[in-house]
């Protein structure tokens, strides 16, 4: 993965010494406990990207100009616990490197790595999960690094705020700020969750987004489906409004389990981080992306 560059585009905008992004592969399923599969989602989501148009038509921009450096993949795979260590190191490498750096896995536990570079990077961070599960267990199979525990950790350190909430265990209340969590449930009735969510983040945020938070009809090809789930426009409308009022200083995707026969789930999944980049530079409240624009 780590030969070829990013969507196909030109190497000039593929060298990590001029690109602003970042983006790491983390093909990582050691602790799903059903489908089985995450650990082909970076490449499929790679391959998807490859067949793209590089033209955001809503923002009118072309992101990849910015600079993506496709980073060679963390391979770590021979225990959780050791995986999380590597993907910390990798991410928090790049972010000291004064990049945007962005994650795609893999499976939810890649994610306590990634959160836990971040938090280290920068000041009073909010975490925002868009997700299907709670995953706020704080071990599971014998491992804090699992993926039913993706956020635990961040639960603890930081603002969390969670989106799409719609299975959990009856165990994770304990670990829950209630206040912050919308549950699917509850959103279909709530014109305001979007505003209401937005105003309790400070701002530096950090955004990751299991593929499950979307509903299956539309991404079917996810470890463990839920139903009810988020549609497309109502996610990349909420993702703007983040972007748009806040400072986003990374994020990941995980969970992308893909079917060799049904390919609409890779290609959403590349659409997605595709206008997440889009929305980070045609938005960005950072100086140095506002400068960049002027």
């Given at each position: 993965m780590s030969k070829k560059n990013y969507a196909g585009i030109?190497?000039?905008?593929?060298?990590?010494?001029?690109?602003?992004?970042?983006?790491?592969?983390?093909?990582y399923d050691g602790t799903s406990t059903w489908q089985k599969g995450?650990?082909?989602?970076?490449q499929a989501f790679l391959h998807a990207s490859e067949n793209m148009e590089l033209y955001d038509i809503e923002t009118r921009t072309e992101p990849y100009r910015k600079g993506i450096y496709l980073a060679p993949p963390v391979s770590e795979n021979s225990?959780?616990?050791?995986?999380?260590e590597a993907v910390h190191k990798t991410a928090k490498n790049y972010i000291n490197q004064d990049k945007f750096v962005t994650l795609f896995g893999g499976e939810h536990s890649i994610s306590i790595?990634?959160?836990?570079?971040?938090?280290?990077?920068?000041?009073?961070l909010t975490v925002l999960?868009?997700?299907?599960?709670?995953?706020?267990?704080?071990?599971?199979?014998?491992?804090?690094?699992n993926h039913a525990c993706a956020v635990h950790e961040a639960s603890k350190n930081n603002k969390l705020i969670q989106v799409g909430i719609r299975s959990m265990d009856i165990s994770e209340l304990e670990h829950m700020t209630e206040e912050q969590v919308y549950f699917a449930h509850d959103m279909v009735n709530d014109d305001d969750w979007m505003s209401d969510s937005i105003s309790q983040m400070t701002e530096n945020v950090f955004i990751t987004i299991d593929l499950d938070a979307f509903d299956p009809s539309i991404l079917p090809s996810t470890?463990?489906?839920?139903p009810g789930g988020?549609?497309?426009?109502?996610?990349?409308?909420?993702?703007?409004?983040?972007?748009?009022?806040?400072?986003?200083?990374?994020?990941?995707?995980?969970e992308l389990c893909p079917d060799p026969q049904e390919k609409s789930s890779d290609f959403l999944a590349a659409k997605l981080y595709y206008k997440m980049l889009a929305y980070k530079f045609k938005?960005?409240?950072?100086?140095?992306?506002?400068d960049d624009e002027d």
């Open positions: 030109p190497d000039k905008y593929g060298r990590l010494d001029d690109a602003q992004v970042v983006l790491i592969p983390v093909p995450a650990d082909k989602g970076p225990s959780p616990e050791k995986m999380v790595g990634s959160i836990r570079a971040f938090n280290e990077a920068f000041n009073d999960q868009i997700d299907a599960h709670a995953d706020l267990r704080e071990s599971y199979e014998g491992s804090r690094c470890g463990t489906p839920e988020l549609l497309w426009y109502e996610m990349t409308d909420y993702l703007k409004q983040v972007f748009k009022k806040k400072n986003v200083v990374g994020f990941d995707i995980v938005y960005s409240n950072t100086k140095n992306d506002e």
